[in-house]
C-alpha cells in the first residue's frame, strides 16, 4: 500500500472531512501545490475562490469550493483552514 497522508479540511464553524488521502492538491496565491507524504513543512494563503483536491487510495477524488484561508502541512499532516468549503459540483470541475 502507498504512503499515507492525514488530511483535515476545515471550514470556520465545522470539519468538513478528515482522513488519510494519497496526495492533496490546492491552489495558493503562489500557484498550485501538490502535497504528497513527507513534504516540507509550509504555509501557503489558499486563492479565493478556488478547489481543493483530496486524491484517495484507489483512486477516488473528493474535491472541495474553499473560500478564504490557509493551507497548512506539518509532520502531523496537511490542514485545509477555510472560510468555507463544500463539497464541489461535477459543473464546477
Known amino acids: 500500500m502507498a504512503n499515507q ?3 483535515k479540511v476545515v ?3 465545522e470539519r468538513i472531512w478528515s482522513g488519510e488521502a494519497e496526495m492533496v492538491v ?3 496565491t503562489e500557484g498550485e501545490i ?3 507524504p513527507g513534504h516540507s513543512p509550509l504555509l501557503g494563503l489558499l486563492k479565493e475562490p478556488s478547489q481543493v483536491r483530496v ?3 484507489g483512486g477516488e477524488q473528493l474535491t472541495y469550493d474553499v473560500s478564504g ?3 497548512s502541512i506539518d ?3 496537511v490542514t ?3 472560510e468555507s468549503a463544500t463539497p464541489a459540483t461535477p459543473e464546477s470541475h
Open 5 to 7: 497522508l492525514p488530511v
Open 11 to 13: 471550514a470556520v464553524e
Open 26 to 28: 490546492a491552489r495558493t
Open 34 to 36: 501538490g502535497v504528497l
Open 55 to 57: 486524491k484517495l487510495a
Open 69 to 71: 484561508g490557509f493551507l
Open 75 to 77: 509532520a502531523d499532516g
Open 80 to 82: 485545509v483552514l477555510a
